[in-house]
């Protein structure tokens, strides 16, 4: 069964360091890749994702990602984070030709001013 | 930029009851579809629907639950007879083209269930 893992479930930085948030899948075929970003109190937001080519994905707010077929990971990089960056952030992935996104269980991340 | 938005932001039920969660995709978008996410837990695909048929559904999205577009905007999901393990942070999300390989979901703010 597909699965994907996040394996930071809570992350707290200080402001200008750099992030990179863990994520896992199982899915052995080739599959579409999400990151999400939920700000408190809002919705769920597309930060960036993977379809094909580039393996280094470029997202909003300054993200990246980077797929790594051999290691079924697409991990979320950010060089400096800010305050605002505060939030929970969600892998999912998607088998081409299903509806379904399955998420990982997410990653609070908090960041101090 | 267009989003998708979900009614009520919080609804609180007594057990046995029917509950109705209301959204409104995103407005060319053509599939739909619903996920839930149990306090502390993963986000769970529900069901999806296209051209007013369920397209895909997982095993949680029993006889208890239904889902329709009832007009040209709204989608809906109706649990007939709430347990207390529905309770949940339900999330409708849309999209423009289904299992294509670019289609992206997008998601409401979701409606989160209580039931008591």
């Known amino acids: 069964a597909q699965s994907v893992s996040q394996h930071n479930h809570h992350v707290i930085l200080s402001e200008a360091a750099s992030l990179e948030l863990g994520c896992n899948y199982s899915?052995?075929?080739?599959?579409?890749l999400f990151w999400y970003v939920q700000y408190p109190g809002q919705h769920l937001q597309l930060l960036l994702k993977y379809f094909s080519g580039d393996p280094l994905v470029k997202g909003i707010k300054g993200f990246e990602a980077e797929f790594i077929k051999s290691k079924f990971s697409f991990n979320l990089r950010k060089p400096s984070v800010q305050w605002s960056d505060t939030a929970e952030y969600f892998c999912a992935v998607r088998a081409p030709g299903t509806y379904k996104y399955i998420f990982g269980t997410g990653t609070r991340l908090k960041v101090l001013a | 930029e267009p989003e998708v938005t979900q009614t009520p932001s919080h609804q609180v039920t007594q057990m046995g009851q029917e509950v109705i969660l209301r959204c409104v995709p995103i407005?060319?978008?053509?599939?739909f579809y619903w996920y839930r996410q149990i306090l502390g837990q993963k986000v769970e695909f529900l069901v999806s629907f296209y051209n007013n048929e369920i397209s895909e559904k997982s095993e949680i999205f029993d006889d208890q639950f239904s889902v329709e577009r009832p007009d040209g905007s709204n989608f809906t999901l109706k649990i007939r007879s709430t347990k207390l393990e529905d309770s949940a942070m339900y999330f409708c999300a849309s999209s423009e083209g289904g299992v294509t390989n670019t289609d992206t979901q997008y998601f409401g703010p979701g409606t989160r269930l209580t039931v008591l």
């Open positions: 899915y052995g075929g080739t599959v579409n």
């Open positions: 407005s060319n978008h053509l599939y």
